[in-house]
């Protein structure tokens, strides 16, 4: 087993480790590659491995000064729980539903008081509470329950929802954080993922209040999305309107997942960029996938969608670090090479040339491939 490989590392920021940047020739790393199960493993085991005793989570790691950054974001911290919430479904791993319990006690720490509910905050004041945030924090708590009627009497979901809701404006989208009517395309996007898995788990016994704001964000959003395309939206967006025809049977969400996927594959995205990290998409294009077969729509996309998304897991999976790995790549002759680069094995790179490790850029990795191994045919 891949867990039995490593040592949980110390629940703190890591000192500097020293670091080579050197030029090598004709030298490639030769490791034989993991099956897609234990690259699935590894990335959740890293995820593991860099939650702080907070619940939260090491945010981002930068071998080229070999130090963690300064840096942090409480909207990816909350990401970190979702991912490792996906993953616990997938494998039902209870070091797995430790963990996220401990990350759910973090963000109800982080969490501030809001219209009768509560909001996630950075620092612990309103200004800096985030709505995208606490819309993943519900998203944790939903994926990880093994007991789902038990969250009927959660508190901390109630305030969490009820603090979402609070934030819902006249034309049915949501402020982005308190105290401002402006919308963001990211948090939009999890917000309508939140409230539609919320309704998805609960059905009929939801509850008025969320199932009328859903169903105003459901409007909202395609409206104003299936005219104003946002790459920001577009991964959430397609998960939740993925889920939601899953539980309405409307083919209107259909019409709008095939509409941002042709607009994402035309103009958006027209070309897989090998620079970048793009696991994000992956989870987008994937969920949509699965709503256009499961509905028997767009027949001529899901060729097209599978291909892309194919195309773009291959080029993402080389980077991911692999144990016993000593160097970074950036190309044939040029690598960065550091010590102890496998205690960050299962780790993806924020991008080719970016040398960094971000917890949002293994947690989009982490439910792309989990969502590849059951769509794509190499899963």
């Known amino acids: 087993?891949?867990?039995?490989?490593?040592?949980?590392?110390?629940?703190?920021?890591?000192?500097?480790?020293?670091?080579?940047?050197?030029?090598v020739i004709g030298v490639s790393f030769a490791a034989a590659q993991p099956t897609q199960e234990q690259r699935i493993e590894l990335a959740a085991t890293h995820m593991l491995r860099m939650q702080l005793d907070s619940g939260l989570f090491v945010y981002e790691h930068d071998f080229v000064s070999g130090a963690d950054t300064a840096a942090d974001n409480i909207v990816r911290q909350a990401g970190a729980g979702f991912a490792l919430g996906e993953y616990?479904?997938?494998?039902?791993?209870?070091?797995?539903?430790?963990?996220?319990?401990?990350?759910?006690?973090?963000?109800?720490?982080?969490?501030?008081?809001?219209?009768?509910?509560?909001?996630?905050?950075?620092?612990?004041?309103?200004?800096?509470?985030?709505?995208?945030?606490?819309?993943?924090?519900i998203l944790t708590m939903l994926l990880a329950s093994d007991k789902p009627e038990s969250l009927r009497s959660n508190a901390l979901l109630d305030n969490w929802l009820q603090g979402i809701l609070g934030l819902q404006l006249p034309h049915g989208g949501f402020a982005a954080k308190p105290g401002m009517e402006v919308a963001s395309?990211?948090?939009?996007?999890?917000?309508?993922?939140?409230?539609?898995?919320?309704?998805?788990?609960f059905g009929d016994t939801t509850g008025e209040r969320v199932s009328a704001a859903l169903r105003r964000a459901d409007e909202r959003f395609i409206t104003h999305y299936g005219s104003q395309p946002e790459i920001g939206f577009f991964h959430w967006g397609m998960m939740a309107a993925a889920l939601r025809y899953r539980t309405t049977r409307n083919p209107a969400f259909l019409d709008f997942i095939a509409e941002q996927i042709r607009h994402y594959l035309?103009?958006?995205?027209?070309?897989?960029?090998?620079?970048s990290n793009s696991c994000y998409s992956v989870e987008g294009l994937l969920s949509g996938l699965e709503a256009l077969r499961l509905g028997g729509a767009e027949r001529d996309l899901h060729d097209r969608i599978g291909k892309r998304a194919a195309r773009e897991m291959k080029k993402n999976l080389r980077l991911q670090i692999l144990p016993g790995q000593q160097r970074i790549r950036f190309g044939d002759?040029?690598?960065?090479?550091?010590?102890?680069?496998?205690?960050?094995?299962?780790?993806?790179?924020?991008?080719?040339?970016?040398?960094?490790?971000?917890?949002?850029?293994?947690?989009?990795?982490?439910?792309?491939?989990?969502?590849?191994?059951?769509?794509?045919?190499?899963?």
């Open 185 to 201: 395309p990211y948090s939009d996007g999890e917000i309508w993922l939140a409230l539609a898995s919320y309704a998805a788990q």
């Open 88 to 137: 616990y479904r997938y494998s039902r791993d209870p070091r797995t539903g430790r963990a996220i319990r401990l990350a759910l006690e973090g963000y109800g720490r982080k969490s501030v008081a809001w219209q009768g509910g509560m909001l996630l905050s950075a620092n612990g004041q309103p200004n800096q509470a985030k709505a995208g945030a606490t819309a993943l924090a």
């Open 333 to 379: 002759d040029h690598y960065l090479k550091t010590p102890h680069l496998d205690r960050y094995a299962g780790a993806f790179l924020n991008g080719r040339y970016r040398p960094q490790i971000r917890i949002d850029a293994t947690q989009h990795c982490l439910s792309a491939m989990i969502k590849s191994r059951s769509l794509l045919p190499s899963g």
């Open 266 to 275: 035309e103009h958006m995205r027209p070309r897989v960029s090998s620079r």
């Open 1 to 23: 087993m891949i867990n039995a490989v490593f040592n949980r590392l110390p629940n703190r920021t890591f000192r500097p480790l020293p670091l080579v940047l050197t030029l």
